[in-house]
């Protein structure tokens, strides 16, 4: 097994999700290439320099700044890993120095939903000639609870807790939170699993939200049907925006940083903050025209 294999089996072992796994793989094959069309073999012969170097290339090739900043994250691991295995003794990457930093106010804004556009979806879904009952849960559920689509898709019916008004959710790596439930959304739940879902030749599965083809939702099919709300509403929609969407609307109700970091299940306060502190282009604009 070489060097690299044995890399993503600690990652394996250390509980790392298969995306962030194939992530910090492909971040260090790529860097491990390019020290071989530099002459070095060797990705356990790392110095200073061909951190640099290599930073100093991605900029030369237009990557983003979060991109490269990624990269370095997973070369910073890899080096840590290499240490620890004694195959390497000197720590060459240090993400205070190696990480591009940005000019507070610049960083990349995140795309959330204005109010008019969650009022026009709400208004929306109500709508049962467009809008499946299904769907309208959907919808909801991203916008009122903020859960990544994997987390939605794998919400079990076991999970819903009707007494304290709690969903439970699995994240990343396998981490367990609660998130409160709004009381309208509670009986929209209720109100789909004896209605619509009872129909579904599936209702005997486990999860939550079912399709006509399989006893699980699949993420495909969630962007599906939000592709298909955009036509009525003009607007782009995909799950991610939802998520962004419920941090920021939670912020501007002065909710605390440290409640919106564990409602979204972030590992850190530090990614609530780095997405969320910013204000859109949208209140910039605004907060400007005022003067």
Request: charged residues 25%; glycine residues 4%.
């Amino acid at each position: 097994m070489d060097v690299i294999q044995q890399f993503e089996l600690s990652l394996l072992e250390m509980g790392f999700a298969q995306k962030t796994i194939q992530s910090y793989m492909g971040d260090v094959k790529w860097f491990c290439e390019y020290l071989k069309t530099m002459g070095v073999e060797q990705p356990t012969d790392l110095r200073r320099y061909y951190i640099t170097s290599y930073k100093n290339h991605l900029l030369d090739l237009k990557y983003s700044v979060a991109t490269i900043n990624k990269k370095i994250n997973s070369i910073q691991a890899f080096n840590r890993f290499l240490i620890e295995r004694k195959l390497a003794t000197e720590q060459v990457v240090t993400l205070r120095k190696d990480r591009i930093k940005v000019a507070a106010g610049s960083e990349g804004e995140v795309e959330v939903f204005s109010e008019q556009e969650v009022t026009q979806l709400l208004f929306l879904v109500q709508d049962r000639s467009k809008v499946s009952l299904r769907n309208h849960l959907i919808a909801w559920l991203l916008l009122y609870t903020g859960v990544r689509v994997s987390e939605l898709c794998g919400i079990k019916l076991n999970d819903i807790d009707y007494l304290t008004n709690t969903l439970q959710v699995t994240g990343k790596g396998g981490k367990y939170r609660e998130i409160p439930l709004r009381p309208d959304l509670i009986d929209l739940i209720k109100d789909y699993i004896r209605s619509e879902r009872q129909e579904n030749k599936h209702r005997d599965s486990p999860y939550l939200l079912l399709s006509q083809r399989a006893a699980k939702m699949h993420k495909d099919a969630v962007n599906t049907l939000l592709e298909g709300l955009e036509k009525y509403l003009g607007f782009k929609m995909y799950p991610h925006k939802f998520r962004h969407t419920f941090c920021s609307r939670l912020l501007k109700r002065n909710v605390p940083l440290t409640t919106v970091s564990k409602l979204a299940g972030h590992a850190h306060i530090q990614t609530t903050a780095h997405f969320y502190i910013n204000t859109s282009r949208q209140d910039k604009e605004q907060a400007v025209a005022l003067l």
